[in-house]
């Protein structure tokens, strides 16, 4: 039989920065989280893009985002 693979989670731009702001209602999603692919939207990186960071931020920021799985828009998603 084949182990038990962890189904992934879309997270949302919000509460992906409440976990990256440190923010304690970010640890309220953590468990759920934990173990589990984190999948994020094209559009979150957009908008975190948009972010007013300093040079040591845009570095963390990086680091945070690369953590995760980036779906990117294509014909099958928009036609749902």
Same mark, same amino acid.
Do not use: N
């Given at each position: 039989?084949e182990p038990?693979? &962890?189904? &992934?989670v879309?997270v ?7 976990? !990256? ?20 939207? !094209? ?5 975190y893009?948009?972010? &007013? ?5 845009v ?16 014909a ?5």
């Amino acid at each position: 039989s084949e182990p038990h693979r &962890p189904v &992934p989670v879309v997270v949302d731009t919000d509460v992906l920065s409440l976990i !990256f702001k440190r923010d304690p209602r970010g640890a309220l999603y953590q468990p759920r989280l934990d173990g589990r692919r984190i999948v994020v939207s !094209f559009m979150t990186i957009a908008d975190y893009s948009d972010g &007013p960071f300093s040079a040591a931020g845009v570095r963390r920021l990086k680091r945070h985002l690369s953590e995760f799985t980036v779906v990117h828009s294509d014909a099958e998603l928009c036609a749902w």
